[in-house]
């Protein structure tokens, strides 16, 4: 069995293409003008129908050539080749009339004979190779994509026997039996085939493609019924008397649909394709702004190492150098050591900080909770400080950012260290709620509290409201000399 593949996303080669399509046309068209300009003598409804036929198709093909031309799309390319194959197989069936046909020689009529069946072989080939491009069907689509595939391989080789028995004699009656298998095994396979698309991919497009092949396959029917003589022909009058007449009609019916939802197919690629941009465009928009975040992430980075870790190890620098020149001095030298000491484990923290921030996989809440515990705990645990921390035991409804998940760890830790500093509190209670729209912040001492109006612009205070502001959250210190201090902050979820 032959073995290959579809690509639809492919165009074939414009100018062999091109080439293969307007040797085809002249020849096809001098080969119905031969056909016409000898009918003289044959019904005149019969050649008036076949002309009108051929004009239609003639007019569809060329119109249909320059579509491939400007669009350079395979879709077009199959069909322009269906209408031309189908126009040969009908003139073709046009000359074998007796009056035309004696004006041809022997070599012709012997040849036209075996010639008829691979032609509708042909055509039935590209039929299916057009549907594919037509509907862009891919291997995504399964067994609708197996089977048009399947059917195209029986076709090419039902061509390949039609094409074997011309060495055979055409009085035999085995072939005359082959070919009347051939031909009924032609006409249901292709609207099987499009009738399984439809099922398979319910679309406006499949259903004109359907309703086409519906025409096309009734004609063919009729066709046969009134050749074979199963059915008498409802009028003797030409061109109703002729078998092509109903087969003609149906191709005729199922091209003119096929062209005009040309329109509709475009209409309905542009509106993809415009989509497709627009997804594009906002996809482009989101990277931008990703980049914008990264960017601004990295600049905060930068600040920090500069001004907060920079700083510290630059006081450390210095206080190693006054231990030194201290030397004669123990207790003074400790001093600058010990404060030294302390730097570098605010410039070890501050660092920690940084690598936590950026890192995603703590986005997750449980871990973002798990670091605020600890914090506290170690900061309360070294002061003495009797605490309690009451967070939420299910987290799993919250998501944060890495920017939000950020602030707020840095408003909390604010809020923590100026308790440690100022408060001299002897019990804290840190508290969490969660609500469906909203984290709500409770952090609580008894300690000496202080005067806002005379340190509202100190001790992280102006920080603090502006990272809450950033997300909308609502921050609120409540605290008077010697009754303690209660800070607290509603922010919005998500």
């Known amino acids: 069995m032959i073995n290959f593949q579809l690509h639809t996303s492919r165009v074939p080669d414009m100018k062999l293409s091109s080439v293969l399509v307007i040797v085809f046309f002249i ?10 300009t000898n009918s003289s003598s044959v019904q005149v409804g019969a050649s008036s129908f076949h002309l009108i036929v051929s004009g239609v198709l003639y007019f569809i093909a060329t119109i249909t050539f320059i579509q491939f031309l400007f ?10 080749l269906y209408v031309l194959i189908n126009l040969c197989y009908f003139t073709l069936i046009f000359s074998s009339n007796p009056e035309i046909s004696k004006k041809f020689p022997e070599w012709f009529r012997i040849m036209r004979y075996h010639l008829s069946l691979p032609l509708l072989a042909a055509s039935y080939t590209v039929y299916i190779l057009f549907a594919v491009y037509f509907l862009n069907l891919k291997p995504k689509d399964g067994f609708v994509y197996k089977w048009v595939l ?3 391989k029986l076709y090419i080789v039902i061509l390949f026997i039609a094409l074997l028995l011309y060495f055979l004699p055409p009085s035999n009656a085995i072939v005359n039996v082959i070919r009347t298998v051939l031909l009924l095994a032609c006409m249901p396979m292709g609207f099987v085939s499009i009738l399984l698309v439809y099922i398979r991919i319910k679309n406006p497009i499949a259903s004109i493609l359907c309703i086409g092949s519906l025409c096309f396959f009734t004609g063919s029917v009729f066709g046969f019924l009134f050749s074979s003589e199963v059915l008498s022909y409802p009028s003797n009058t030409s061109p109703f008397n002729q078998w092509v007449f109903y087969t003609e009609t149906g191709t005729l019916l199922e091209i003119v649909l096929f062209s005009s939802s040309f329109a509709y197919r475009n209409k309905i690629l542009a509106a993809e394709e415009k989509k497709a941009q627009e997804l594009v465009l906002i996809e482009v928009e989101k990277n931008k702004q990703k980049e914008k975040k990264l960017q601004l992430i990295r600049d905060e980075i930068a600040r920090d190492l500069h001004d907060d870790i920079g700083a510290s190890l630059s006081n450390i620098n210095i206080l190693n150098a006054l231990a030194k020149r201290n ?14 000491s302390e730097d570098i484990q605010h410039v070890s923290e501050s660092l920690s900080d940084i690598v936590w921030n950026i890192n995603p996989k703590y986005d997750n809440p449980e871990n973002l909770f798990i670091r605020l515990r600890r914090y506290a705990a170690d900061m309360m645990d070294g002061k003495g400080i009797s605490y309690e921390i009451n967070f939420p035991e299910n987290v799993s409804g919250i998501h944060f950012n890495m920017e939000k998940r950020r602030d707020f760890y840095l408003i909390y830790k604010e ?23 909203n984290l709500h912040l409770s952090i609580a001492d008894d300690g000496i509290g202080f005067d806002k109006e005379t340190v509202i612009n100190g001790n992280g205070l102006d920080n603090m409201k502006h990272r809450a502001g950033i997300w909308n959250a609502h921050l609120t210190i409540l605290s008077k000399p010697g009754i303690g201090t209660t800070v607290e902050l509603l922010l919005p979820l998500p």
């Open 27 to 36: 020849l096809n068209l001098l080969f119905s003008y031969t056909c016409i």
């Open 415 to 437: 809020a923590i260290n100026n308790l440690i500093k100022y408060s001299q509190a002897k019990k804290v209670v840190v508290h969490i709620k969660l609500s469906e729209e």
């Open 71 to 80: 669009f350079k799309e395979a879709t077009y390319l199959y069909y322009v």
């Open 150 to 152: 399947l059917s195209i």
């Open 327 to 340: 030397s004669s001095n123990p207790d003074k030298a400790n001093e600058y050591l010990d404060k030294a």
